[in-house]
């Protein structure tokens, strides 16, 4: 069993950053591959990065150039949000994707609102 637990969310104005940080309790596998998720009122949860063990990074394309994934030790993986933009207002959640066995985990949720 693992806990995913989130942090680092707001209220910022646009163009400014903000850092989520996901923080994994229970036992990590190196192929493990943590993502981050978004989900904004009315719509459904997105793919927002993923990283795995290696660490390689895969960006949806709205994202990419403005937010960074990394991944420390432990599965520890953080968010590095700039140049925000209020589309990019939602509750962002922590995901972990483990093949074998088949299991998935999912964080409570941090919200991100970014002001215009």
């Known amino acids: 069993q693992v806990h995913l637990a989130e942090s680092g969310g707001g209220l910022v104005q646009a163009g400014r950053s903000l850092r989520l940080s996901c923080v994994p309790s229970?036992?990590?596998?190196?192929?493990?591959?943590m993502a981050w998720y978004r989900q904004a009122p009315g719509k459904q949860r997105e793919l927002v990065a993923t990283?795995?063990?290696?660490?390689?990074a895969n960006y949806t394309d709205s994202v990419t150039g403005r937010f960074t994934i990394s991944r420390g030790n432990a599965g520890l993986t953080y968010l590095q949000m700039n140049a925000l933009k209020p589309e990019d207002t939602a509750v962002y959640y922590c995901n972990l994707n483990r093949l074998y066995p088949r299991e998935t985990y999912w964080g409570q949720g941090t919200q991100v609102t970014v002001s215009s």
């Open positions: 990283i795995t063990g290696t660490g390689r």
């Open positions: 229970g036992s990590i596998f190196a192929n493990d591959v």
